[in-house]
């Protein structure tokens, strides 16, 4: 299927990693511009050594999701290079692994600026200069639909992150953009591995009884951002093996 993305542009944060870099290397795949922000040049000179001829088609720029100045850089630099703007992918950072009792008052502010406040403003900023038709996803996780209890703060933002994209797709449905969260679990990210370390991953509960693939997620952010998905808009959806058991 032709997902009709040849020659568009597309801005992805948090993409020299995780399942951002998943989102990349298809958007790449499917004949379309990426602008890429994130905080490691090094890890997108290596994704750029990795795409041969595809490496015309993607630019980067340095940044956290919690600098205010983010948007408008990313705005003009896609727009600079390529004239247009056709959707972004927000791949929202993961909060540290802790619980309820001990997350002081700094974690949930440093959080809240870069995981909550650092999203809206991108979504906010950055829509006026996405043509019409385009779209918007947020990658998120399941806690936006089933608590955590290692990741309270995750649990506290996600809700309602998600929650905000039906507000932002009631806004700019009259020009046809499209505004999605995707509800991933386990991926085997490098973050993932991480958490894991030597231990078995906590699989028992998936339906699928393995983690997922980032190119698996990459593939479905694609799509969503493409033409193909041009009547879904305001949906959270969970992307995760069958893990959920609620609707």
Do not use: C, H
Request: net charge negative; charged share 20%; hydrophobic share 45%.
């Amino acid at each position: 299927m032709d997902l009709e993305l040849g020659g568009k542009a597309f801005i992805v944060t948090g993409g020299t990693d995780g399942l951002g870099i998943a989102t990349v290397r298809i958007l790449l795949a499917e004949g379309a511009n990426v602008l890429v922000s994130g905080r490691s040049e090094d890890k997108f000179a290596a994704l750029q050594a990795s795409l041969a001829e595809a490496s015309e088609r993607i630019a980067y720029i340095r940044g956290d999701n919690a600098d205010a100045a983010l948007p408008d850089r990313l705005a003009s630099a896609v727009l600079d290079r390529w004239g247009r703007l056709d959707g972004m992918l927000v791949s929202v950072g993961g909060p540290p692994v802790t619980r309820v009792l001990t997350t002081d008052d700094q974690a949930w502010r440093e959080s809240f600026e870069s995981v909550f406040l650092g999203t809206v403003r991108l979504m906010r900023d950055i829509s006026p200069s996405i043509s019409d038709g385009g779209a918007i996803l947020m990658i998120l996780a399941i806690s936006a639909k089933e608590a955590s209890s290692m990741l309270p703060i995750s649990n506290g933002l996600r809700p309602g992150l998600a929650m905000l994209a039906k507000s932002f797709a009631e806004e700019l449905g009259p020009r046809a953009i499209r505004v999605n969260a995707l509800l991933p679990n386990l991926f085997a990210t490098d973050r993932m591995k991480r958490l894991v370390g030597d231990g078995t991953p906590p699989v028992e509960t998936i339906a699928l009884k393995r983690m997922g693939d980032p190119a698996e997620l990459g593939r479905m952010a694609t799509v969503l951002l493409s033409p193909v998905a041009s009547y879904v808009t305001g949906a959270a959806l969970s992307i995760d093996g069958g893990q959920l058991k609620s609707l």
